[in-house]
């Protein structure tokens, strides 16, 4: 069942896999034809075609982690009710987040935030889960690892791939491109674009990885859960 189940979800995931790829080479078509990308596709951009499928991703995941707080609520199969919630809470501010960049207004909403300091905002708010459900992680890995490892990958590519070059862009290239552009070279401006579709794609990447395991652990906990009442 649960071999099946495995094999059942990898077209699902191959398919959004090539629609991402898709969307990052129209965003880079449209760089190289026009100089800016096309609209509808700008990876950097708000409410456009490839912000809401990272949105309705991040939905789903939370969507998922908010039925495991249902499914079987008298189980002791991981994870606990709080980290579920929690997860799923997340999840959902990130799916809002992605539609309206939230993270890019927080220095207005909190004053005492400057206009960088997002990513780390961000960041000690995903070690910190990390660090007060490390049990439910470690129930996670000896329950499913298959799914565990995907979901895993998942997160390291998105934050290597996301908060890492954005981080990076902050640190080092803003300043590089803005004086090669003033001297009128433009390929690091080229080099910036090539950095925002990779680290989207990472994004997208990384999300698609995280829901994939997370459909066979919730496919897993299914099974348990039929086997526990047909006892």
Known sequence: MVNYTIKQYLKPLFVLILLEVFLVLIYLLGIVLRGQ?????????????PSCLQALQLFLIGLLSLALVFVGRNSSQPPTKIFALTVALLFFYASIDELF?????????????????????YLAIGVTTIILFFRDFIALWHFHRKSTLMMVLGI???????????IFKDAFLSSIVGLFVNQGNLIP???????????????MLGESLILYGLCLFFAKRLVQEGRMKSR
């Open 37 to 49: 990308a096309f609209s509808p596709f700008d990876l950097d951009g708000q409410m456009t075609i």
């Open 189 to 203: 401006l080229l080099v910036e674009k090539l950095r925002v579709a990779v680290e989207e794609f990472s994004e």
């Open 101 to 121: 960049k939230v993270h890019l207004q927080l220095h207005t909403l909190l004053p005492t935030i400057e206009h960088r300091d997002w990513q780390g905002v």
């Open 156 to 166: 390291g590519i998105f934050v290597l791939g996301g908060f890492g070059l954005e």
